[in-house]
T-cell receptor, first 113, second 115 residues
Framework: EAQVTQNPRYLITVTGKKLTVTCSQN?????MSWYRQDPGLGLRQIYY???????DKGDVPEGYKVSRKEKRNFPLILESPSPNQTSLYFC????????????FGPGTRLLVL | GENVEQHPSTLSVQEGDSAVIKCTYS??????FPWYKQELGKRPQLIID?????GEKKDQRIAVTLNKTAKHFSLHITETQPEDSAVYFC??????????????FGSGTRLSIRP
């Protein structure tokens, strides 16, 4: 089954404690992206990747890091989480450069205390 | 920076009536405009999209129109049904050559269909 998986689905952590949210896709897509969703703000792109070892900043990259060492995986790293990073995070992959036909993961709900 | 404004933020229509959601974008290089539907507790799903060389596109009860001069595009849902209740997001993306680029989303419209 074609899918995008994210782990963990729910996470409660404390300020400053490094965390990683994993994202994996099994569709051999070149393009992957991370978004955060906040009430009233819609979806905002954090980082995206066009291929292995090729990443670029989206609209709200501050406080986040990503890596793309393998085609299928695109982890999101919060080196020192802060409460303003409490949000719902979605990973997505796409077979094309325009992002339209994106396959979204199930989401990760993060609470930073 | 690039911005996409979406209106209204909430919309309630009688079942069977039409619903219209409007978006305005700021980056004149934007040439791809998808619309996503997100049901409660679910992930966003693409419902329709339009490219800058087309003025209108239809898919059954859903249509999207684009006015590049005015930099706005709209989603039209006709004969609304209860299952159309969801949050709808517009987005704009400037495709540059063969490379991917940013995609900017609107803030969303919560559509409720009254029985």
């Amino acid at each position: 089954e074609a899918q995008v998986t994210q782990n963990p689905r729910y996470l409660i952590t404390v300020t400053g404690k490094k965390l990683t949210v994993t994202c994996s896709q099994n569709m051999n897509h070149e393009y992957m992206s991370w978004y955060r969703q906040d009430p009233g703000l819609g979806l905002r792109q954090i980082y995206y990747s066009m291929n292995v070892e090729v990443t670029d900043k989206g609209d709200v990259p501050e406080g986040y890091k990503v890596s793309r060492k393998e085609k299928r995986n695109f982890p999101l790293i919060l080196e020192s989480p802060s409460p303003n990073q409490t949000s719902l995070y979605f990973c997505a992959s796409s077979p094309d450069t325009t992002w339209g036909t994106q396959y979204f993961g199930p989401g990760t709900r993060l609470l930073v205390l | 920076g690039e911005n996409v404004e979406q209106h209204p933020s909430t919309l309630s229509v009688q079942e069977g009536d039409s619903a219209v959601i409007k978006c305005t974008y700021s980056d004149s290089a934007s040439n791809y405009f998808p619309w996503y539907k997100q049901e409660l507790g679910k992930r966003p799903q693409l419902i329709i999209d339009i490219r800058s060389n087309v003025g209108e596109k239809k898919d059954q009860r859903i249509a999207v129109t684009l006015n590049k001069t005015a930099k706005h595009f709209s989603l039209h849902i006709t004969e609304t049904q209860p299952e159309d209740s969801a949050v709808y997001f517009c987005a704009a993306s400037p495709k540059r050559g063969s490379s991917a680029s940013k995609i900017i989303f609107g803030s969303g419209t919560r559509l409720s269909i009254r029985p």
